[in-house]
């Protein structure tokens, strides 16, 4: 599976769009892009996932750029709630289960 | 609820003891799966099971060992051969076959303390 890189921390305002920015620039062809964010000392959650088009649902929205080498995480309106590390993982659909790696991370920070 | 449960939340342990880690799930998922966690660091995979009676090794599987009896249970067991057992431990579940979106399910994690 491709290797990805985030920033390791951002702050955001509170209400304010919260933009998470992710590399993967070795992704291939069947590859899709996940985002998942850990709030601490829980379970990772997952938040949405993509391949090649953008894809939005009520946490947040999934940008993809046409190359696919980048990825954008944007939580419109974010909330002291979404203080949390957020990950970002690619991986293919192949035998194996869903085996992620999960790297650091981004802690994203939310303040007022 | 649907969801998968961990237990205990908090354990603490002396040195060379083994010690065992519940994992449930009653989501009828075919995959369980379980990851640590040290501070500051991403997850890392232990073990992992697409199927009754059957596991795979994942990254860091040395001084663990996992059983899947029953599609529901997936406990994972911190041998007195695992260096630094000092950790968060999450396990985590999903489906299988042509449903499978890729999606991973995790519990609350496990926090293991070794004096």
């Known amino acids: 599976d491709a290797k990805t890189t985030q920033p390791p921390s951002m702050d955001c305002a509170e209400g304010r769009a919260a933009n998470l920015p992710c590399n993967h620039s070795?992704?291939?062809?069947?590859?899709?892009v996940y985002w998942y964010r850990q709030i601490h000392s829980q379970g990772p959650q997952y938040i949405i996932h993509g391949l090649k088009n953008n894809e939005t649902n009520e946490m947040a929205s999934l940008i993809i750029t046409e190359d696919r080498k980048s990825s954008t995480l944007i939580l419109p309106h974010a909330t002291l709630r979404d203080t949390a590390v957020y990950y970002c993982?690619?991986?293919?659909?192949?035998?194996?289960?869903?085996?992620?790696?999960f790297g650091t991370g981004t802690q994203l920070k939310v303040e007022l | 609820d649907g969801g998968i449960t961990q237990s205990p939340k908090y354990l603490f342990r002396k040195e060379g003891q083994n010690v065992t880690l519940s994992c449930e799930q009653n989501l009828n998922h075919d995959a369980m799966y379980w990851y640590r966690q040290d501070p500051g660091q991403g997850l890392r995979l232990i073990y992992y099971s697409q199927i009754v009676n059957d596991f795979q090794k994942g990254d860091i599987a040395e001084g663990y060992s996992v059983s899947r009896e029953k599609k529901e249970s997936f406990p994972l067991t911190v041998t007195s051969a695992q260096k630094n057992p000092t950790a968060f431990y999450l396990c985590?579940?999903?489906?299988?076959?042509?449903?499978?979106?890729?999606?991973?399910?995790f519990g609350e994690g496990s926090r293991l303390t070794v004096l």
């Open positions: 985590a579940s999903s489906i299988m076959g042509p449903m499978n979106t890729g999606e991973l399910f």
């Open positions: 993982i690619v991986r293919s659909y192949t035998g194996g289960g869903n085996k992620l790696t």
């Open positions: 070795t992704i291939s062809g069947n590859e899709y």
